[in-house]
Every structure is written in structure tokens, then in C-alpha cells.
């Protein structure tokens, strides 16, 4: 677990800011997840990568971006945060998608809009 | 996409008794169904998983049971202990990418 990291762990911005939340792991894995996770709703997919330069949208991107310019790193942008973008993010890692593989979780950051 | 529906949203259990998920799927093509266990601040960590050829896994007080013509699944937690409190999440897997369940909170009252 110790080998995908999240940072900042807390954050408090206002609305309109733009806000970027880091994702890295140490293992290389290709694939690179972002969730947020709000009551009631479970784990809902923002972004995904499959690899560097690579990634595509989840269930619920609007108001997000991504980048991933090295495999290691999967930062995620909110450009101008809004209150309803308050949640608990998590950033996962698999070795590869193809088949079966487990989805590893990083701490998650939780983020207030004020 | 795929769709998953996790049901009951909360138990509560005697310590020792039996504790049951339930979890249906809409995509036939989904192949590959984890279950999380999430502790209170901590992040979702796999305790068991089970793929699409295989009926029945079990990992000592935890099993796993599918039914791909129904499409559903399902976790069977006996012998519940106070650490078995927690959320617990279904998911199933499908086009590169894990679609979760709303999550169930478990309780084991001692």
C-alpha cells in the first residue's frame, strides 16, 4: 500500500479556484484510476489512464482534468472548483486492466469547497 | 456502462452471526467481480475476489458466490467479529475499468 501516495491528504479551497490533486506510485503499473467517493454513492470513476499520454473519461468527468506525462504520476485538476465538487478522492493503480487485476487505493484526499 | 446495485445499504448483526451482501449487475460482459472492505478514513482495501468461470470462492469466514445467469453475486461473512465492522463495496469489472456498488455499512454489535 505504502507504494501509491496522495497529496495533500486535506484540502480547503474556495469556489472559482482551481485546485490540483497529486497521484503517485512506485510500482509501474500502467493503469491509473481517479474516484471520488460521496455517501450513497459509492466509488464513481472520474478519469482513467491506460499509460503515459493516455487517458480517457469515467462515469462522471465534467469539471475535471487529467494529465499523465510519466507512468509514475496522474494528477487530477479541478479548473474551477464548485461545492458540489467536495468529496473524497481516490487515486488506484493496476497492473494492467486486461483481466482480473486488482485495483490498488491510494489514502484519498478529502476536499471542501467552500 | 455497466450498472451495479448493492443491497442492503445497511446491517446490523449479532456478533457470530451471519452477515450476507447482495449484488446485481447489468453488463453480461463483466467478468471479474472484487469485493472492498473500507474501515472508517482508511481506503478501500480487496478482501476477496472472483471471476466469471468459477461459482464459489471462499478465504475462511468470507466466501464469495456468483450466478452469471442472473447476474448477480454475492458476500457471506460468518462468524461476524467487531472488526468485521466496516463499508463493504461490490464491484464488477468490465472494458478496462471496475464499476462499484453504492456500498453496504456493516455493524456487528457485540
Same mark, same amino acid.
Request: charged share 20%; proline share 4%.
Given at each position: 500500500?505504502?507504494? #501509491?501516495?496522495? %497529496?495533500?491528504?486535506?484540502? @480547503? =479551497?474556495?469556489? !472559482?479556484?482551481?485546485?490540483?490533486?497529486?497521484?503517485?506510485?512506485?510500482?509501474?503499473?500502467?493503469?491509473?484510476?481517479?474516484?471520488?467517493?460521496?455517501?450513497?454513492?459509492?466509488?464513481?470513476? #472520474?478519469?482513467? %489512464?491506460?499509460?503515459?499520454? @493516455? =487517458?480517457?473519461? !469515467?462515469?462522471?468527468?465534467?469539471?475535471?482534468?487529467?494529465?499523465?506525462?510519466?507512468?509514475?504520476?496522474?494528477?487530477?485538476?479541478?479548473?474551477?472548483?464548485?461545492?458540489?465538487?467536495?468529496?473524497?478522492?481516490?487515486?488506484?493503480?493496476?497492473?494492467?486492466?486486461?483481466?482480473?487485476?486488482?485495483?490498488?487505493?491510494?489514502?484519498?484526499?478529502?476536499?471542501?469547497?467552500? | 456502462?455497466?450498472?451495479?446495485?448493492?443491497?442492503?445499504?445497511?446491517?446490523?448483526?449479532?456478533?457470530?452471526?451471519?452477515?450476507?451482501?447482495?449484488?446485481?449487475?447489468?453488463?453480461?460482459?463483466?467478468?471479474?467481480?472484487?469485493?472492498?472492505?473500507?474501515?472508517?478514513?482508511?481506503?478501500?482495501?480487496?478482501?476477496?475476489?472472483?471471476?466469471?468461470?468459477?461459482?464459489?470462492?471462499?478465504?475462511?469466514?468470507?466466501?464469495?458466490?456468483?450466478?452469471?445467469?442472473?447476474?448477480?453475486?454475492?458476500?457471506?461473512?460468518?462468524?461476524?467479529?467487531?472488526?468485521?465492522?466496516?463499508?463493504?463495496?461490490?464491484?464488477?469489472?468490465?472494458?478496462?475499468?471496475?464499476?462499484?456498488?453504492?456500498?453496504?455499512?456493516?455493524?456487528?454489535?457485540?
Amino acid at each position: 500500500d505504502a507504494g #501509491i501516495t496522495q %497529496s495533500p491528504r486535506y484540502k @480547503i =479551497t474556495e469556489t !472559482g479556484r482551481q485546485v490540483t490533486l497529486m497521484c503517485h506510485q512506485t510500482w509501474s503499473h500502467s493503469y491509473m484510476f481517479w474516484y471520488r467517493q460521496d455517501l450513497g454513492h459509492g466509488l464513481r470513476l #472520474i478519469y482513467y %489512464s491506460a499509460a503515459a499520454d @493516455i =487517458t480517457d473519461k !469515467g462515469e462522471v468527468p465534467d469539471g475535471y482534468v487529467v494529465s499523465r506525462s510519466k507512468t509514475e504520476n496522474f494528477p487530477l485538476t479541478l479548473e474551477s472548483a464548485t461545492r458540489s465538487q467536495t468529496s473524497v478522492y481516490f487515486c488506484a493503480s493496476s497492473k494492467t486492466s486486461a483481466e482480473y487485476n486488482e485495483q490498488f487505493f491510494g489514502p484519498g484526499t478529502r476536499l471542501t469547497v467552500l | 456502462g455497466e450498472n451495479v446495485e448493492q443491497h442492503p445499504s445497511t446491517l446490523s448483526v449479532q456478533e457470530g452471526d451471519s452477515a450476507v451482501i447482495k449484488c446485481t449487475y447489468s453488463d453480461s460482459a463483466s467478468n471479474y467481480f472484487p469485493w472492498y472492505k473500507q474501515e472508517l478514513g482508511k481506503r478501500p482495501q480487496l478482501i476477496i475476489d472472483i471471476r466469471s468461470n468459477v461459482g464459489e470462492k471462499k478465504d475462511q469466514r468470507i466466501a464469495v458466490t456468483l450466478n452469471k445467469t442472473a447476474k448477480h453475486f454475492s458476500l457471506h461473512i460468518t462468524e461476524t467479529q467487531p472488526e468485521d465492522s466496516a463499508v463493504y463495496f461490490c464491484a464488477a469489472f468490465n472494458d478496462y475499468k471496475l464499476s462499484f456498488g453504492a456500498g453496504t455499512t456493516v455493524t456487528v454489535r457485540a
